[in-house]
């Protein structure tokens, strides 16, 4: 799918030529899972499956029409005025227009009418970010269109504001910045929001669609109020000093990166069995993330940190440091690590999910993980090299584990294409 595609539907649907089109890639949730609403780094990778948008402006009201949902046979238009952007009820697609010209309302901007195009080949509730790189891809569009020139980390964060304050979804700030800026980037999710772009790592990704949808805001909220579960329960303990001093009432307060799981291991059996697994959850996975990234930094790492970290035996260790391409092999390896922990302590995945990435570790990838919410999307995989790719997913999908997938390379951000 190309801009082209997008151009020659947006003419024969208005009539028109557009004036440009944007797009922001899809993005695989690489690691840290689950962690961006806590305020933690997150590292995620933009993919060449992306949303396009064909815009020109409208002398009228608001025209959004999506490619996508027309193929489907729904209802695919929706068309409203300047002073009429409220949110329409149910899971209408309009509503990430409208949240989004909200959200530029609410900062001060005065802007034109359009007539926009969607049209894009990322499926939606797939784990890869569908509605961060639509409302990235539009944010950019609305920017050019009027002349705002707005940078990559502007563009995500009035994206961000219209799906979690304005449409009410319980997200992070992963999925919009990661479709701003594309590549393999390091997602500092407390103010002022950086973002770091690391160098690319050896191997290519692949992508399974499991074929099992899932929504982000029925997932967030129940993990949330568990993690606040376990901390009421905490802060009610005789706790030292310096430990309560890290923690909060509610998840989006504790200082995470600085509580290390010894010093909060002695408690958590008294919180129940849900609270602590998340709790442990969140600690084990920011530790094995970190350590990840000393690797693909290329940073010294010491043998002992990887036993503790990830379980490891000397024995393990040695293998996996004298192994081909041992830092595709490290990552691969923490990949896999961190869906055990999502699977058996945050119990976001699936039998079927958790099958498929026993399949394709044992049939060759470095590593593989659920990618975004959870209990249904996607699952990644690091694999050596492209033909490799390309075999073992074709013996995916001819093992009946998934219906479809993808080899995926790394893709820029949001992209302007043409004024």
């Not at 949808?213 to 993990?223: C, F, M, N, Q, V």
Request: proline share 4%; with cysteine.
């Amino acid at each position: 799918m190309t801009v082209d595609m997008a151009i020659k539907e947006f003419r024969e649907f208005f009539s028109e030529e557009p004036v440009l089109v944007t797009s922001a890639p899809g993005r695989l949730d690489f690691l840290n899972t689950h962690q961006d609403y806590k305020g933690l780094p997150v590292v995620a990778v933009g993919i060449n499956l992306r949303t396009y948008i064909a815009v020109s402006p409208s002398q009228g009201s608001f025209v959004i029409a999506s490619g996508n949902l027309r193929d489907e046979g729904v209802k695919f238009v929706d068309e409203f005025s300047q002073g009429n952007v409220g949110l329409v009820g149910g899971k209408w697609f309009g509503n990430y227009a409208r949240a989004l010209i909200a959200a530029f309302m609410r900062r001060g901007y005065s802007i034109r009418p359009f007539r926009a195009w969607i049209r894009s080949n990322i499926p939606m509730s797939s784990g890869l970010g569908s509605s961060g790189t639509l409302l990235v891809s539009l944010s950019s569009a609305i920017s050019a269109l009027n002349g705002f020139n707005l940078d990559r980390k502007l563009i995500a964060e009035i994206a961000y504001e219209a799906e979690h304050d304005i449409m009410g979804v319980p997200c992070g700030r992963l999925d919009q910045y990661a479709a701003a800026f594309g590549d393999i980037v390091v997602i500092e999710t407390k103010p002022p929001y950086n973002i770091t772009t690391l160098q690319r790592l050896g191997g290519v990704f692949l992508v399974i669609d499991t074929g099992i949808r899932h929504s982000t805001a029925d997932i967030h909220p129940r993990r949330q109020l568990e993690i606040d579960e376990g901390l009421s329960k905490l802060l009610s303990m005789d706790l030292p000093r310096n430990l309560r001093s890290k923690l909060g009432a509610h998840y989006w307060e504790v200082h995470w990166d600085e509580v290390a799981e010894d010093e909060i291991a002695p408690f958590i059996g008294e919180l129940g069995d849900v609270p602590g697994r998340r709790i442990l959850y969140t600690l084990r996975a920011n530790e094995s993330t970190k350590l990840a990234l000393r690797v693909i930094r290329g940073e010294a790492i010491d043998i002992t940190d990887i036993e503790r970290v990830l379980g490891l035996s000397r024995a393990e260790v040695d293998s996996l440091l004298s192994s081909y391409d041992w830092r595709g092999a490290f990552v691969g390896r923490v990949m896999t690590y961190q869906h055990r922990l999502l699977s058996e302590y945050y119990d976001v995945s699936l039998p079927a999910i958790d099958k498929l990435v026993n399949f394709l570790v044992s049939e060759g990838a470095y590593g593989a993980k659920l990618s975004g919410a959870g209990l249904g999307g996607s699952v990644i995989a690091l694999v050596r090299d492209e033909d490799t790719a390309k075999d073992l997913l074709n013996r995916t999908l001819s093992s009946g584990l998934a219906p479809r997938g993808w080899v995926v390379s790394i893709d820029r951000g949001v992209t302007v294409h043409g004024q």
